[in-house]
């Protein structure tokens, strides 16, 4: 049978031929996870004047944006403490009958144990507890196109298997034709194959990560410059004497979830920037892309602060 010509090429003028078909691929999965998201061809949704602090936070970052929230929010109400080594554990203080609703529980059980802040991430049975209590929120996001739709995951996988399949395809083939000829020095060919795999999966794996749909961050967009000046205003206070020193509890707690931790670096709680910013990267390291929705509630890690 007949070779294709390019597999006749001599190595060299070969990986220019496969390195071009590497950006086509490429090019094409990223086409086909853009386009499985039409969720902008409406506009957002209008910025509204007392956010739902889970809400926000599950839109921001899914489970992990909501864990965050609320460990500052038990942690401002005296339930629970930063700890030497990143733990958060249990204080004294015990919440009142009916006082906490059921995420809030959730917390400050697993609190009891006094976990470091990425086994809070990491703990399966609390994420799917979590998620539970989430579902008429998720729902809700859902109904209004703010989270990405199925149809993303959907493309995704069928862009992975796609594109993998053509590069290796094509990398095999030509191993096939030089090996008819005799033994042949093609270790960069397969370097090259397993890289661009490696790539495919990484692109599409950035492009899946966050949670919410492109309608979703726009509308995410919409709230930080709406809500900025206070922002800027309630990281002024913290520290203050007086209940002026909760500046994120209460209607305001969605700060925290919409911005994460991060403006609270350079203040009397960069604590808890801190160590939230190492749990995020613990859990990363701990589990990566391959975790899947484990770790990323369906590929969607919600970042680091």
């Known amino acids: 049978m007949k070779n294709f010509a390019i597999l006749d090429l001599p190595g060299p003028e070969f990986l220019n031929v496969f390195g071009l078909v590497v950006i086509i691929v490429l090019a094409a999965v990223y086409l086909c996870i853009r386009l499985a998201d039409r969720t902008d061809r409406r506009p957002p949704p209008p910025v509204p004047q007392n956010p739902d602090a889970m809400e926000v936070a599950f839109l921001q970052g899914g489970v992990n944006q909501v864990i965050r929230t609320l460990i500052y929010d038990l942690a401002q109400r005296g339930f629970i403490a930063l700890a030497p080594k990143d733990h958060v554990i249990p ?27 990425h086994v809070l991430f990491e703990d399966r049975s609390l994420r799917r507890r979590l998620l539970e209590q989430l579902a008429p929120i998720r729902a809700k996001l859902a109904a209004e196109e703010l989270i990405k739709p199925a149809s993303v995951k959907i493309w995704r996988r069928r862009a992975q298997i796609g594109g993998t399949l053509i590069i290796v395809g094509v990398a095999l083939a030509k191993i096939a034709v030089e090996w008819s000829k005799g033994p042949a020095n093609l270790a960069y060919l397969i370097f090259l194959a397993a890289a661009s795999v490696a790539a495919l999966f990484a692109l599409a794996y950035v492009m899946t990560r966050t949670h919410a749909s492109r309608r979703g961050h726009a509308y995410l967009e919409a709230m930080r410059l709406a809500y900025g000046e206070r922002l800027q205003a ?72």
Do not use: W
Request: with cysteine; glycine share 18%; net charge negative.
């Open 234 to 305: 309630a990281v002024a206070h913290i520290g203050s004497p007086g209940p002026e020193a909760r500046a994120f509890h209460g209607a305001a707690l969605f700060l925290i979830g919409l911005y994460g931790f991060s403006p609270l670096k350079g203040t009397t709680e960069a604590m808890f920037a801190e160590t939230f910013s190492r749990g995020s990267q613990s859990q990363g390291s701990n589990c990566g892309s391959s975790c899947g929705g484990s770790c990323g509630d369906g590929g969607a890690s919600g970042g680091g602060d």
């Open 91 to 117: 204080t004294e203080s015990q919440p009142q009958p009916g006082e906490l609703n059921a995420m809030e529980t959730l917390l400050l059980e697993a609190a009891q144990a006094k976990p470091k802040a």
